[in-house]
């Protein structure tokens, strides 16, 4: 199993810093590892951005490490690399089932809450169709996200509803989500039935609530890695009964990626989303080592 990793934007020929203790890692362990340019990558220059990658002599696999990046830069790279006879363990119809919210939540709906969403071109074209969409959802608060990514940290600006039915608020909020998030959003909006979660405590610069979560990595629907979500709470040793969302991934197309979930002021644990495993971060206490030898089978 190759594993293909971002290089420096200044040195090419070394790991990005935020990625260099995996890169020695699965080095260590005698898994090949390979640098990409993730700066020519984004540039559309896909045959540069690979141009440091060996050419395999048989088709080999690979997982990539790194910073997420949108559908279509990640075909770009899939068929670069595919030209030197490095395949990635996704697919880029794989990649999209997870990075993308809409396209992973007919698996995981029974287990997470309730959710609609527009596409941007569709919000733009007539803000009605937001109002309508969320009347089936009363006058319940709601979490506000895109296809990929929330702004959680700026929870009362850009990511919380207190009431779904207040139009004022609700465009508001949006419009504040959709300004900050630029070029980088993705897809479209979704919006979700807020839940209140078991807290833990309150982040120390954004005052976001941080709740027991945890993030679970499967590598061929195998659980890898089971990992506290949250580096700034400190965790009880509770732990959840993972079999239900064991059996769930074993339905999810996908051949590595990972699921978030929570537990409920209720006790109930549930799904926040899953997320493809090549763009998912480790946290700090995460035993690296053992993690990469998953790989080694």
């Not at 009347?135 to 207190?162: M, N, T």
């Amino acid at each position: 199993m190759n594993i293909i990793f971002c290089s420096d934007p200044l040195d090419p020929k070394t790991a990005d810093a935020d990625y260099e203790l995996e890169y020695r890692t699965a080095a260590g362990l005698g898994l090949p590892v390979e640098l990409i340019s993730l700066e020519d990558l984004l540039d559309r220059q896909a045959a540069r951005a690979v141009r440091r990658v060996r050419e395999a002599a048989t088709a080999e696999p690979a997982i990539y490490r790194g910073w997420m990046m949108k559908p279509e830069h990640y075909e770009q790279l899939y068929t670069a690399l595919q030209q030197k006879n490095i395949h990635l363990i996704n697919t880029p119809e794989q990649y999209v089932l997870c990075h993308h919210f809409p396209h992973s939540y007919s698996f995981i709906q029974d287990h997470t809450p309730e959710s609609r969403w527009l596409d941007i071109a569709a919000i733009h074209s007539d803000i009605n169709r937001v109002h309508d969409m969320l009347a089936s959802f009363g006058s319940q608060p709601l979490l506000l996200k895109d296809y990929v990514k929330s702004r959680k940290h700026e929870w009362e600006e850009a990511c919380y509803i207190p009431d779904a039915s207040d139009r004022k608020q609700v465009e508001k909020v949006l419009r504040t989500f959709i300004e900050r998030q630029g070029d980088g959003l993705n897809g479209g909006v979704v919006f979700r039935e807020y839940v209140e979660l078991e807290k833990l405590g309150a982040h120390g610069k954004s005052g976001m609530p941080l709740s027991k979560e945890y993030r679970l990595f499967f590598y061929r629907h195998r659980l890898i890695a089971a990992q506290n979500y949250w580096e700034e709470a400190t965790y009880d040793g509770e732990r959840p009964d993972l079999s239900v969302f064991v059996a769930i991934a074993q339905r999810i197309r996908s051949s590595f990626f990972t699921m978030d979930i929570a537990k409920t002021t209720a006790g109930e644990w549930l799904i926040i989303e899953v997320g493809d495993g090549q763009v998912s971060g480790l946290q700090d206490r995460t035993d690296v080592e053992a993690f990469y030898r998953s790989f080694l089978d």
